[in-house]
């Protein structure tokens, strides 16, 4: 599977599945439209995302599936969150962020491509996991931020990491989607697919094998 990002998570969730993963990051605008909802942004963005790889790849031989990725974290009232910008910024997100309940939402894309790289077929979803943390104190924001863990982060914190996964009280949805890729629903969209299609590749058998299993 050719993975359109250079999160190591997602790469990581790939590989825990059971793919082999060929990693291609696609640069792209994340900027979002006037008035576009968070969650139609994450949506556009992976699928951009996955339109650039297939681009960058066009001149030689891909794999079957290519998969794209974007992440936000949002509220009603907060807006969308992105990666903070300097520890400030993280600091200033995560004091937001602090006693209330926020949106995880990840935008995914997957195309099914042709020896020569032509779409033969494509799926695209949205998936949003509510994450509620716990009240924070200051010397708490201070410290987190003081790891690092927040700079490369939607939100400014890593639900999977040793000390960020004890800012948060509750979550409500899938856990892997807040890490950056919702592989549970990710397996059902592509056996349905590749359902149709003949010719299947070894990744595409593997993903009905494990549906079934
Ligand atoms: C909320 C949250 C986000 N994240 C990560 C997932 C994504 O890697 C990142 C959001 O940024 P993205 O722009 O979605 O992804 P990326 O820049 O890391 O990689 P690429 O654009 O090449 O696909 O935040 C966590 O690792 N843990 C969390 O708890």
Redesign the pocket.
């Known amino acids: 599977m050719i ?8 790469r990581q969730l790939l590989e825990e599945a059971g793919f082999s993963v060929e990693i291609h ?4 605008d ?1 900027a979002a439209r006037p008035d576009e909802k968070p969650t139609d942004l ?1 949506r556009r ?2 699928s951009e ?1 996955a339109e650039a790889c297939r681009q960058m790849l066009s001149q030689g031989p891909a794999d079957g599936l290519l998969v ?6 949002w509220s009603p009232e907060l807006g969308v969150l ?2 903070p910008t300097d520890p400030d910024d993280a600091r200033r997100t995560l004091a937001a962020l602090s006693g209330r309940t926020h949106h ?1 939402s ?1 935008g995914v894309s997957a195309l099914l491509l042709s020896p020569t790289c032509e779409v033969l077929g494509s799926a695209s979803f949205v998936e949003t996991t509510d ?1 509620t943390f716990y009240e924070l104190t200051e010397a708490e924001i201070d410290a987190y931020v003081a790891t690092g863990d927040p700079m ?10 040793p000390a ?1 996964r004890l800012l ?1 009280k509750s979550i409500h949805g899938d856990y892997d989607s ?4 919702p592989i549970p629903r990710l397996m059902r969209e592509l056996s349905l697919l590749t359902h149709h299609d003949t010719g299947i590749l070894w990744p595409l058998q593997r993903i009905s094998t494990a549906i079934r299993a």
């Open positions: 993975l359109a990002s250079q999160s190591p998570r997602r990051p696609a640069d792209i994340e994450v963005l992976a995302k794209a990725a974007d992440t936000i974290v992105g990666k995880v990840t994450v490369d982060k939607a939100g400014s914190y890593g639900i999977q990491t960020g948060v807040v890490v950056g890729l």
